[in-house]
């Protein structure tokens, strides 16, 4: 199935430090999303883009939706050990069935 | 107001056997998806139901089916399993159809031997 390229794969980083992560497609999306999954749970949404070039907040996230409307990216400032996950971004088409293509994920560790 | 529930949440089975799972969304939402994920695949689309009706499908075989009952709770069926099957199966709702803002149950994680 169709799945939007995240990079990067991994990201090992220390506490405090900033974090970045995007999303690209070669489709264009009405809608970009992002999510983390902690192990045994189900994805949480975290922020929601809805026009291109948007730029949102969500405490330490940032998250904004690509110009071009094929890419998106993701920060967290000042990471501490409960960011750890798996973070997805996902985009939705046009038209209300259209059906959320998600990311490859970015698997955040943080080194103590 | 509780989130979406998936019973069960563990489960083991043998191939050749058919699964049954369970997906309650969020009350007042209408639309349920299905998902599954692997390590290997991500995240892929099996089918989205709204009003009891299959509005949207993924690209699975047909052994995987679903259907949505009129209080909305979805169930999701795999016939003749196969070793491939193993997965975390996730499903999501949201209030009106369209995908955006899914929210996501713990998922039921399958395990086929």
């Known amino acids: 199935g169709q799945q939007l390229n995240q990079s990067p794969q991994s990201m090992f980083i220390q506490e405090g430090e900033d974090v970045s992560m995007n999303c690209t497609s070669s489709s264009i999306f009405n809608t970009w999303l992002w999510y983390k999954q902690e192990p045994g749970e189900g994805p949480v949404l975290l922020i929601a883009?809805?026009?291109?070039?948007e730029l949102t907040s969500n405490g330490r996230l940032t998250a904004q939706f690509g110009i071009t409307r094929k890419d998106s990216f993701l920060n967290i400032s000042a990471s501490i050990p409960s960011d750890v996950g798996i973070y997805f971004c996902a985009g939705l088409g046009w038209g209300g069935n259209e059906k959320l293509t998600f990311g490859t994920g970015t698997r955040l560790t943080i080194i103590p | 107001k509780a989130g979406v529930t998936q019973t069960p949440r563990y489960l083991i089975k043998t191939r050749g056997q058919q699964v049954t799972l369970s997906c309650s969304p969020i009350?007042?939402?209408?639309?349920v998806s299905w998902y599954q994920q692997t390590p290997g695949q991500g995240l892929q689309f099996l089918f989205e139901y709204f009003s009891e009706t299959q509005r949207n499908k993924g690209n699975f075989p047909g052994r995987f089916s679903g259907r949505q009952f009129s209080n909305s709770r979805s169930e999701m069926n795999v016939s003749t399993l196969e070793l491939g099957d193993s997965a975390l199966y996730l499903c999501a709702s949201t209030t009106s159809g369209s995908s955006d803002e899914q929210f996501f149950g713990p998922g039921t994680r399958l395990t086929v031997l």
């Open positions: 009350s007042g939402h209408r639309s």
């Open positions: 883009l809805y026009k291109a070039g």
